[in-house]
């Protein structure tokens, strides 16, 4: 049996874990949460209550007791846009070089420079 290749991204992902994100597409458009796992082979992302999947596990010795189990499943990268703290608002991210000459992530909106 051969293993499937890996998938190689073709785009760098520039949301990063705990920046608030708002879902734009899907059956939880309007969402917002933050960011809690970056799945970055497959560009995808866990947002906080958002996607929310049930699991069915079966009792053991490290979960306890057995049942149903509500947790969050992945978003794909282009289904959300990053919120930014001034404007409030869902937008896309820049890069410019700080007076430090490190590159900083923008607000495409506003212009503020983004935390992180």
């Known amino acids: 049996m051969m293993n499937k290749p890996k998938k190689l991204s073709r785009s760098k992902i520039r949301i990063k874990k705990n920046d608030i994100v708002e879902v734009m597409a899907g059956r939880d458009r309007g969402k917002t949460g933050k960011v809690l796992r970056i799945v970055e082979e497959q560009d995808r992302l866990v947002v906080e209550k958002v ?4 699991r069915h596990t079966r009792p053991s010795p490290t979960t306890g007791q057995g049942g149903i189990v509500e947790k969050e499943g992945s978003v794909h990268v282009s289904n959300v846009r990053l919120v930014c703290p001034k404007c409030s608002q869902p937008t896309r991210i820049g890069h410019a070089l700080s007076g430090d000459g490190k590159k900083v992530r923008i ?4 212009g503020e420079m983004l935390e992180g």
């Open 51 to 54: 996607n929310m999947i049930k």
């Open 107 to 110: 607000c495409k909106k506003c």
